[in-house]
């Protein structure tokens, strides 16, 4: 594969900015090309409109069936190369708005919205129950649209970010439309940094995610989720859902509140200066139940619920730097 890019980005006017782009691609015999522009507009000094339209291609896709369980367990990917291999090139044409306002040196508000349309996929959820594709593949597109909202807050002794996402994913092979597991409607993060002393900070962090769905487990399955109390990934049973409908099944509203902290510590070795630190994050501090996907006979009253990590400790270490 052979390619080619050129980039422009020059100022019109004062308060304008223009970004040009095009990529040429030759692979298999074939010239892809993909074009963007992208245009930044500034309302004064405190507020910045843009947006973005452009076509991107990819050469590259995963035999890995997104919908399956084992991408949490073992985050593994197997990708093949399009042309000989039978692989499509997927394309994806994608429009942006954005704007940005910052009242003062310390509060920023942004807002952003797209939508997306992709071809091309190569989607193994469909046709394939496995982990992997055993060689059934299907050829889909898929279409997603969403906006996001933004706030930020700076002060010497603390600092505040909440955000806001909302999405509609769907994708499409053949008869079969579906939400895949990653299409979560509404999703809502935010998190408060305090810094009770110049050496010390202590972090706190909130995720709550609505509209979930995922693909159910057709057999029986137990995962643990790793942590460090008792190190867990470690799961039994067969996760293929062979026979389920793909992003059938409504999750339950997930909530996690995460804690963490650093200090630090400034020493006198050999008569250099040299930094030595403590953190660590304790993750779902409320122990709340998430559930991840459900296992087992769908005639089942009472599925089991494959449950998401417990209160533990997440992370906990030593930094040394001199």
Same mark, same amino acid.
């Given at each position: 594969?052979?390619?080619?890019?050129?980039?422009?980005?020059?100022?019109?006017?004062?308060?304008?900015?223009?970004?040009?782009?095009?990529?040429?691609?030759?692979?298999?015999?074939?010239?892809?090309?993909?074009?963007?522009? @992208?245009?930044? /507009? !500034?309302?004064?000094?405190?507020?910045?409109?843009?947006? %973005?339209?452009?076509?991107?291609?990819?050469?590259?896709?995963?035999?890995?069936?997104?919908?399956?369980?084992?991408?949490?367990?073992?985050?593994?990917?197997?990708?093949?190369?399009?042309?000989?291999?039978?692989?499509?090139?997927?394309?994806?044409?994608? !429009?942006? +708005?954005?704007?940005?306002?910052?009242?003062? #040196?310390?509060? &920023?508000?942004?807002?952003?919205?797209?939508?997306?349309?992709?071809?091309?996929?190569?989607?193994?959820?469909?046709?394939?129950?496995?982990?992997?594709?055993?060689?059934?593949?299907?050829?889909?597109?898929?279409?997603?649209?969403?906006?996001?909202?933004?706030?930020?807050? *700076?002060?010497?002794? %603390?600092?505040?970010?909440?955000? %806001?996402?909302? /999405?509609?994913?769907?994708?499409?092979?053949? #008869?079969?439309?579906?939400?895949?597991?990653? @299409?979560?409607? &509404?999703?809502?993060?935010?998190?408060?940094?305090?810094?009770?002393?110049?050496?010390?900070?202590?972090?706190?962090?909130?995720?709550?995610?609505?509209?979930? =769905?995922?693909?159910?487990?057709?057999?029986?399955?137990?995962?643990?989720?790793?942590? +460090?109390? #008792?190190?867990?990934?470690?799961?039994?049973?067969?996760?293929?859902?062979?026979?389920?409908?793909?992003?059938?099944?409504?999750?339950?509203? %997930?909530?996690?509140?995460?804690?963490?902290?650093?200090?630090?510590?400034?020493?006198?070795?050999?008569?250099?200066?040299?930094?030595?630190?403590?953190?660590? *994050?304790?993750?779902?501090?409320?122990? =709340? =139940?998430?559930?991840?996907?459900?296992?087992?006979?769908?005639?089942?009253?009472?599925?089991? =619920?494959?449950?998401?990590?417990?209160?533990?400790?997440?992370?906990? @270490?030593? #930094?040394?730097?001199?």
């Amino acid at each position: 594969m052979a390619t080619l890019q050129a980039n422009d980005d020059r100022a019109i006017g004062i308060r304008t900015r223009l970004k040009l782009g095009i990529s040429l691609a030759a692979n298999d015999g074939l010239l892809h090309v993909d074009p963007r522009v @992208g245009l930044e /507009q !500034a309302i004064g000094a405190r507020v910045k409109l843009g947006g %973005y339209v452009g076509r991107s291609h990819q050469f590259q896709q995963s035999l890995r069936n997104a919908e399956s369980i084992v991408g949490n367990i073992f985050p593994a990917d197997l990708s093949l190369g399009s042309g000989g291999s039978g692989v499509p090139v997927a394309r994806s044409d994608q !429009a942006v +708005l954005s704007l940005d306002w910052r009242p003062d #040196d310390d509060l &920023h508000l942004a807002f952003e919205a797209y939508d997306r349309a992709s071809k091309g996929l190569l989607l193994v959820a469909p046709v394939d129950g496995a982990p992997f594709t055993t060689g059934a593949v299907a050829r889909g597109s898929g279409r997603s649209r969403g906006v996001s909202f933004e706030l930020g807050l *700076t002060r010497d002794r %603390y600092g505040i970010l909440a955000g %806001y996402g909302w /999405q509609r994913t769907r994708l499409e092979a053949g #008869d079969l439309t579906y939400s895949p597991g990653h @299409g979560t409607a &509404h999703l809502f993060e935010g998190g408060v940094i305090l810094f009770p002393a110049p050496s010390a900070s202590v972090r706190v962090g909130a995720t709550v995610g609505l509209g979930r =769905r995922t693909t159910a487990i057709a057999g029986d399955f137990d995962w643990e989720a790793c942590n +460090l109390l #008792d190190h867990g990934c470690e799961f039994t049973g067969n996760p293929e859902h062979t026979g389920q409908v793909p992003g059938g099944t409504p999750l339950p509203a %997930y909530l996690r509140l995460d804690l963490g902290f650093r200090k630090r510590w400034t020493i006198d070795v050999g008569g250099r200066n040299a930094t030595l630190a403590l953190f660590g *994050t304790v993750t779902n501090l409320f122990n =709340r =139940r998430n559930v991840l996907t459900y296992a087992g006979d769908p005639a089942q009253e009472e599925p089991t =619920r494959i449950e998401m990590r417990p209160l533990s400790p997440l992370v906990v @270490g030593l #930094d040394w730097r001199f």
